[in-house]
């Protein structure tokens, strides 16, 4: 069957918001390996989006390969599922001490999930239990999922206007990413009750590749210490090793950071990671937690963690992340330098993106690298640029045949 008769068939049965079913050429995924992907009608395509990042091992991993092969195997009959918020896994509890282990050292608990919005939200309720009454600070661009919950935190009015009647007014505060500390104590300033919380991305991946100034997440720490409040990095993008670390509360010290997408190598895993005395604001459980769900620690997604962990350790991918990502930035920065069409190219890490002088031209070029046979993926607020997250894994010819691909059709327009 061909890729328009399975989005039909999607066409007719699925909410119409879920998926764009209109875009050409039309593409539905069928299989993968490593950095590439084949689609229903056999043809390959060089991935470079891993999923959103969320495959940052690659596809099929051997990690993958040797969790469903030692589930088979076991002399036991393996753990499908637990009652993680009252009976743990012993797949949980081991990846929650292997997962801090890996994490600066004041960072002290977690609480785990199944989504990056569902990470923030750990983070939105521990600021609401640290200070009640207080109000929050995000920025332009900013991402933070789209549950109802964390909505309001996210930027982007069509995404949030549809649900504007159920969301809570005046308790959040937008201001520019990259703004001045004058206009951040003003805002606070205007907060009847405080600060409770600063929720910032230590790079903005929907809006661009946009990185902070390495100036700007520092005053935001001294900001929140000043106020009394907690500074929260939403990492779920860009955490586990995307910009060659695996969080920047290494840098600067974050309360509370939010990870996702790599951390369960393709399964459904998230966490909120804090300092003691963040989370100490949570009550003991009595036997009914007043935060969890039925998925939260779920035993497979776990030890798929505890598989990427190791593998990031022991290979150091961070580190190969930042090395050839430079690599990427200054050979696409070289080979693109002369085209009026391109405004910038932006990387850090993996985590790579072309902007262009145009609006749309990033969306419009994401359709066309398909018919080359690469996936990239569009970003910015009016779909100007183009961003690129292979796996961390990726080999440096398989990237640079999609490098060159793109390169090409660009001097070719």
Known sequence: MKNESWLAK??????????????????????????????????????????????????????????????????????????????????KIMFIQELLALMPVHLKRAALSLTGSQAVEIALKTCLLYKPQGDFIC??????????????????????????????????????????????????????????????????????????????????????????GLLVFDEVFTGMGRIGTLTSSFEVHADLICLGKALGGGFPLSACIGTEEAFQRWPQSSGEAIHTGTFFGHPLSCRM???????????????????????????????????????????????????????????????????????ALASGEHGESLSMTPALTIKKDLLWEAFDRIIAHIQDR
């Open 305 to 375: 963690g505890v598989s990427v962990l190791r593998r990031m350790s022991e290979d150091r991918l961070w580190e190969r992340s930042k090395s050839l990502g430079k690599e990427a930035v200054d050979y696409l920065s070289s080979q693109l330098a002369n085209q009026e069409a391109v405004k910038a190219v932006r990387g850090t890490g993996l985590m790579l993106g072309i902007e262009f002088e145009k609006a749309g031209e990033g969306a419009a070029l994401m359709n066309e690298l398909r018919a080359k046979g690469v996936i």
């Open 139 to 228: 920025f332009q661009g900013s991402y933070h999922g789209l549950d109802l919950g964390v909505l309001p935190l996210t930027s982007r009015r069509d995404f949030k206007d549809p649900f504007g009647s159920w969301l809570p007014q005046g308790r959040v505060v937008e201001l520019p990413y990259h703004c001045e500390r004058h206009e951040i104590e003003k805002a606070i300033a205007g907060m009847p009750h405080g600060l409770a919380g600063i929720f910032v991305e230590p790079i903005q991946g929907r809006a661009g590749i946009r990185p902070s100034d390495p100036s700007w997440l520092p005053m935001l720490r001294d900001v929140c210490d000043q106020e009394d």
């Open 10 to 91: 999607l066409d007719q049965t699925e909410c119409p918001d879920s998926t764009y079913t209109k875009a050409k050429p039309p593409l539905v995924f069928s299989s993968a390996e490593g950095s590439q992907i084949w689609d229903v009608e056999g043809q390959a395509y060089i991935d470079l989006c891993a999923g959103f990042g969320v495959m940052a091992l690659g596809h099929n991993s051997p990690e993958i390969q040797e969790l469903f092969r030692a589930q088979l195997e076991s002399p036991r009959a393996p753990m499908v599922h637990g009652m993680g918020d009252v009976y743990p896994s012993e797949a």
